[in-house]
T-cell receptor, first 113, second 109 residues
Framework: GAGVSQSPSNKVTEKGKDVELRCDPI?????LYWYRQSLGQGLEFLIY????????KSGLPSDRFSAERTGGSVSTLTIQRTQQEDSAVYLC???????????FGPGTRLTVT | RKEVEQDPGPFNVPEGATVAFNCTYS??????FFWYRQDCRKEPKLLMS???SGNEDGRFTAQLNRASQYISLLIRDSKLSDSATYLC??????????FGTGTSLTVIP
């Protein structure tokens, strides 16, 4: 079946602009995660959605970052007033259940100039 | 202290060799454990889950040692295609997954 998809695959934006990153999880997966990975670094947890529960936003680095998940499926990560330190690969993952195996999308490579 | 720690390597081994990676986790309440592999500029891909009783999948064997709080991955008969970064993951009783920074493996012809 179809895996996790993300769009765009690459995004170059100017400092100060807003960006939206999209994630389509695997159908039927109730849990959805956003991470970011800077060059040569590990994965940094950003936010977690589980069904209709309130999201766990504890990993969001600042209030410029927000995310929503509509209808328990597609999720959008929004970064307002982008900064150069926001440059990274943003990865989305979904899992059938909490604590279960996560399946990652190909990521969005964000470059802030 | 990091939740999950791995030796970054690099590990350079000849084809056919056996190589083992260890990973330690700090939270004794961690419930689920996994190994992922990540190729350069690609997303992490699930390699295997790690069960309390240990598990094997072909050339790959994963072990969990709760008393010492570490998990291990053994790769037998290394192939060139095994060259990648291997990430270990621990999940606590909440909903956060903690990824190690990865161990780099290069299999040499």
């Amino acid at each position: 079946g179809a895996g996790v998809s993300q769009s765009p695959s690459n995004k170059v934006t100017e400092k100060g602009k807003d960006v939206e990153l999209r994630c389509d999880p695997i159908s039927g997966h109730t849990a959805l995660y956003w991470y970011r990975q800077s060059l040569g670094q590990g994965l940094e947890f950003l936010i977690y959605f589980q069904g209709n529960s309130a999201p766990d936003k504890s990993g969001l680095p600042s209030d410029r970052f927000s995310a929503e998940r509509t209808g328990g499926s597609v999720s959008t990560l929004t970064i307002q007033r982008t900064q150069q330190e926001d440059s990274a690969v943003y990865l989305c993952a979904s899992s059938r259940v909490t604590w279960g195996e996560q399946y990652f999308g190909p990521g969005t490579r964000l470059t802030v100039t | 202290r990091k939740e999950v720690e791995q030796d970054p390597g690099p590990f350079n081994v000849p084809e056919g060799a056996t190589v083992a990676f260890n990973c330690t986790y700090s939270n004794s309440a961690s419930q689920s454990f996994f190994w992922y592999r990540q190729d350069c500029r690609k997303e992490p891909k699930l390699l295997m889950s790690v069960y309390s009783s240990g598990n094997e999948d072909g050339r790959f064997t994963a072990q969990l040692n709760r008393a010492s709080q570490y998990i291990s991955l053994l790769i037998r008969d290394s192939k060139l295609s095994d060259s990648a970064t291997y990430l270990c993951v621990a999940s606590n009783t909440g909903n956060q997954f903690y990824f190690g920074t990865g161990t780099s493996l290069t299999v040499i012809p």
